[in-house]
């Protein structure tokens, strides 16, 4: 059975950092692209970054500079590292994978709450 679980989120102050994890397990995790999307309430779900199979990495232009993504093959989890956290990072931030690349991110996991204070 596919799975992905977030961990990490929380509540933050504005400027602060977070970590989020997501362990992966019944699939491939070296061949799958894994990212992460979040929805803030009231908006669409959003694309903030992913990491495809072959070692690309890709970010929304609202995080870059700030935000992290990377995987550990090891332990089958992918992270997102995020610093100087803004209100508007308030969001349901969801780790998703896909075995054909970042534009077909397939299978979701259940997500996890962040929470940023000005």
């Known amino acids: 059975e596919v799975q992905l679980v977030e961990s990490g989120g929380g509540l933050v102050q504005a400027g602060g950092s977070l970590r989020l994890s997501c362990a992966a397990s019944?699939?491939?995790?070296?061949?799958?692209?894994l990212g992460w999307l979040r929805q803030a309430p009231g908006k669409e779900r959003q694309g903030v970054s992913c990491s495809s199979s072959d070692g690309n990495t890709y970010y929304a232009d609202s995080v870059k500079g700030r935000f992290t993504i990377s995987r550990d093959s090891a332990k089958n989890t992918v992270y997102l590292q995020m610093h100087r956290l803004k209100p508007e990072d308030t969001a349901v931030y969801y780790c998703?994978?896909?075995?054909?690349?970042?534009?077909?991110?397939?299978?979701w996991g259940q997500g996890t709450p962040v929470t940023v204070s000005s």
């Open positions: 998703a994978a896909g075995p054909r690349g970042c534009l077909g991110l397939e299978v």
């Open positions: 019944g699939f491939a995790f070296d061949a799958y692209a």
